[in-house]
């Protein structure tokens, strides 16, 4: 191992099979009357599935105290086996969290390699990041998870030999495990990792900066995974962002210019979607992008007003908000996929499906961003916004402070335009940030 580099490799990835089929798995729950686990299933399916997998069967069992060896009893262990065996799983993955213990338990009584939803989602992670600062914030929450499995995950931790000299059957001490030089060599790398992040963030301070400086207002996408963010923002600025029927098929933020109908600039943020039970690890990770959000002016929030788990999503975005400490924002509850929402209401056959009001939102709008539906009043809720936080600017500029018209073009909203012969005649909106300047010249 060396000194820049540590196996992360839970082992899954490296069998995937290099024909594009998909990996089968078996699907384990312990189901202790905390959750709905048939809906907590059904989303560990479509991480899978994400992650290139296909869930072939599920093995669960109710029980209020968990077996501390293996979680499941001895007789729901021993039904999975035969199940994996059956349908030639290549792994089993476990909805929640195991200890290091707990996975090699499982894997020698399977027989297959086990992972738990972390895992899961750390490899989707690793697979999906693109940028740099992507990459090193998933190989830190992996780092950090893995520290405490060490142990548990570890099939050699023989002893190194020690480093005693002399010849002659001279006695050479017991050196370090295996175990120890793992644990030496992560903790070094979540340092470096750490700083490496520190001076990325600190940049990223630094461009907020240069931003605030422009008045240009930010607008950030938050959202649970797969509510159409992406699609969003494409369908605003044009397409340039990648877009996918699956889950978490956006990490790296991607912050682009888009310009209203009346002209005013902003700066629209794509960010990571959340999910239930993500990851401790994986938010102190990624805490300096999500946190674009508590910088920015207002925050979407987008849902998928069609998926049946709507309200526990929305529940799992502000909870991921206020440990963010993303509070007293502007915030507009965007109500996507209001077309596939319709699809649906006209197949029930018992009662009306409803769209509920989010009654802690400063607004709301449904939209269709697949057909363009709502768009419209989306940026007229955007600019009411925008504009209620401007100073209405009236003032002649003379011929040789030209260039300040297109500033206020640029990071305002130009009402009235009027040549005289003692210069432009202006009346606009603009940022409070802008006004002094612009008024005191």
Same mark, same amino acid.
């Given at each position: 191992m060396s000194e820049n580099t540590i196996d992360l490799d839970f082992g899954t990835t490296a069998q995937k099979q290099q024909d594009g089929e998909k990996l089968p798995v078996v699907l384990l729950a312990l189901d202790q009357g905390k959750y709905d686990m048939a809906r907590s299933l059904d989303e560990l399916?479509?991480?899978?599935?994400?992650?290139?997998m296909e869930a072939v069967a599920e093995v669960t069992q109710k029980r209020s105290t968990p077996e501390a060896a293996t979680l499941l009893g001895e007789g729901k262990v021993a039904e999975a086996r035969?199940?994996?065996?059956?349908?030639?799983a290549a792994a089993a993955i476990f909805d929640g969290e195991l200890t290091g213990s707990q996975i090699r338990n499982l894997s020698a009584a399977l027989q297959v390699e086990v992972l738990d939803r972390t895992m899961l989602i750390l490899e989707i992670f690793r697979a999906r990041?693109?940028?740099? &600062? $992507?990459?090193?914030?998933?190989?830190?929450?992996? %780092?950090?998870?893995?520290?405490?499995?060490?142990?548990?995950?570890?099939?050699? %931790?023989?002893?190194? $030999? $020690?480093?005693?000299?002399?010849?002659?059957?001279?006695?050479?001490?017991?050196?370090?495990?295996?175990?120890?030089?793992? /644990?030496?060599?992560?903790?070094?790398? *979540?340092?470096?990792?750490?700083?490496?992040?520190?001076?990325?963030?600190?940049?990223?301070?630094?461009?907020?900066?240069?931003?605030?400086?422009?008045?240009?207002?930010?607008?950030? %996408?938050?959202g649970y995974t797969n509510v159409g963010k992406s699609s969003l923002m494409n369908a605003l600025c044009g397409p340039s962002v990648a877009e996918a029927d699956m889950l978490f098929a956006t990490l790296d933020p991607t912050t682009r210019s888009?310009?209203?109908?009346?002209?005013?600039?902003?700066?629209?943020?794509?960010?990571?979607?959340? *999910?239930?039970?993500?990851?401790?690890?994986? *938010?102190?990770?990624?805490?300096?992008?999500?946190?674009?959000?508590?910088?920015?002016?207002?925050?979407?929030?987008?849902?998928?007003?069609?998926?049946?788990?709507?309200?526990?999503?929305?529940?799992? @975005?502000?909870?991921?908000?206020?440990?963010? &400490?993303?509070?007293?924002?502007?915030? @507009?509850?965007?109500?996507?996929?209001?077309?596939?929402?319709?699809?649906l209401e006209a197949g029930q056959n018992s009662g009306v499906m409803q769209i509920p009001r989010d009654f802690s939102s400063d607004y709301q709008v449904r939209i269709s961003a697949r057909t363009g539906e709502g768009l419209e009043e989306l940026q007229k809720v955007l600019q009411a916004?925008? /504009?209620?936080?401007?100073?209405?600017?009236?003032?002649?500029?003379?011929y040789s402070q030209a260039g300040r018209i297109q500033t206020i073009r640029k990071y305002g909203q130009l009402l009235e335009e009027e040549y005289q012969e003692d210069g432009i005649a202006v009346k606009a909106y603009v940022p409070a940030e802008l006004f002094g300047k612009l008024y005191s010249d």
């Open positions: 399916r479509a991480l899978a599935d994400a992650n290139g035969l199940v994996c065996q059956n349908l030639n990041a693109t940028t740099n &600062e $992507g990459k090193l914030q998933t190989e830190l929450a992996t %780092l950090k998870y893995r520290m405490p499995r060490l142990q548990g995950l570890g099939e050699a %931790l023989s002893r190194q $030999g $020690g480093g005693g000299g002399g010849g002659g059957g001279a006695r050479r001490g017991a050196g370090e495990t295996k175990l120890e030089l793992d /644990r030496r060599h992560v903790h070094a790398r *979540i340092d470096a990792l750490a700083e490496k992040l520190a001076e990325m963030e600190k940049r990223r301070g630094e461009s907020r900066k240069a931003r605030a400086k422009t008045g240009m207002p930010v607008v950030s %996408l938050v888009y310009t209203l109908e009346d002209g005013q600039q902003i700066l629209l943020t794509d960010t990571v979607g959340f *999910i239930r039970k993500l990851p401790h690890h994986l *938010i102190e990770a990624f805490k300096s992008t999500l946190e674009e959000a508590r910088y920015s002016d207002i925050v979407l929030h987008v849902v998928d007003c069609s998926n049946p788990q709507m309200d526990m999503q929305m529940h799992v @975005v502000k909870e991921t908000l206020e440990e963010l &400490e993303i509070v007293d924002k502007t915030i @507009v509850t965007v109500f996507n996929k209001v077309d596939r929402f319709r699809e916004i925008i /504009r209620s936080r401007r100073i209405l600017l009236e003032k002649v500029f003379p």
